[in-house]
């Protein structure tokens, strides 16, 4: 069974650091790269920061500088480590999955970072 699990999100001041995390399941296959995007009601999914099993990052503009993605490729897993962060941060985080030998988008339930003081 094809299974993303993701963790980290919750509610911080502005200002403050989230470490966000991702474990992929054995069943996506072999990873090509893994990301996270957000997404806020009413607003179309964001690409906030995707990285490969090669180490090479993509960051939106919003996220550059502040925030930093990594990967552990023998244990699967992805994070996404956010400081400075703003109340315009706030959303639901989704980690996505691209594999290289299995046909799918593959993405985990989502984690709600709320920026707020």
């Known amino acids: 069974q094809v299974q993303i699990v993701e963790s980290g999100g919750g509610l911080v001041q502005p200002g403050g650091s989230l470490r966000l995390s991702c474990v992929a399941s054995?069943?996506?296959?072999?990873?090509?790269?893994m990301g996270w995007y957000r997404q806020t009601p009413g607003k179309e999914r964001e690409m906030v920061a995707t990285?490969?099993?090669?180490?090479?990052?993509n960051y939106a503009d919003s996220a550059r500088g502040r925030f930093r993605i990594s990967i552990d490729n023998a244990a699967r897993s992805a994070f996404l480590q956010m400081d400075s962060l703003k109340p315009e941060d706030t959303a639901v985080y989704y980690c996505?999955?691209?594999?290289?030998?299995?046909?799918?988008?593959?993405w985990g339930q989502g984690t709600q970072v709320t920026v707020s003081s």
């Open positions: 996505n999955v691209n594999s290289l030998t299995v046909d799918g988008d593959f």
């Open positions: 054995k069943s996506i296959g072999k990873i090509f790269f």
């Open positions: 990285i490969t099993t090669g180490g090479s990052t």
